[in-house]
């Protein structure tokens, strides 16, 4: 079942790229196993998926100290500055960057590590009060203030887009991020380069493909339902 999904999400991801004019290795999958045994990323991975992405700190570390080191783990989920220091040398890409002080934390963390950081970041375009990420208004200048930290680099932006039955609703979301992006690189700031564009989840992600989306964040599509009445 999983390598039918798997192969399915490709194809789609296929399409969607052709529609838009654009290559394939232009998009980024990225596999998102959260709450999901070790056993089913292992089957995922032997498809040839190597980027896969988790939310929460605890979860990907442990992942990470079991899975092929080949494997590149995306955080994507809200980060606590207190879980910082387990998750610097970890994570390939931290999607997740909604405050300067998380970024300030970021960058001292590392600096002990003696490593850089890439990092997102995390845009709450539409606006949601459930969601984290910083408004469209303050993007531009927090990104200069993080861009300015040492030992970490901004490799662009990520947003989560609502919840919708149509995915053409979130069309919008997708294009504001996009914009947002264009205009950062209008900017010329150093340490900036916005290179990577993390939009679209299982209900959206082909449309985000159409509207530029350079890494798409898919779950439910390859792993199916999470259950989280297991959850501690
Ligand atoms: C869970 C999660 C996803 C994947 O969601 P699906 O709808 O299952 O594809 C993507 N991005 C983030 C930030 C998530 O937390």
Redesign the pocket.
Known sequence: MLKENYNDVEKRIAAACQRAGRKREEVTL?A?S?TKPVEMIQEIYDLGQREF?E?KVQELTAKYEVMPQDIQWHL??HLQTNKVKYIVDKACLI??VDSLKLAQTISKEAGKKGVVVPVLIEVNVAQEETKFGITTEETISLTEEIAALPNLTVKGL?T?APYVEDPEENRPVFRKLRQLSVDITDKNINNVSMSVLSMG???D?ETAIEEGATHV???????GE?DYSKAE
Not at 217 to 223: D, Q
């Open positions: 990225i998102v959260k992405g939310n994507i989920g999607h997740s990520m989560i989840m299982t209900n992600y964040r898919v779950g439910t599509g390859i792993f999470r």
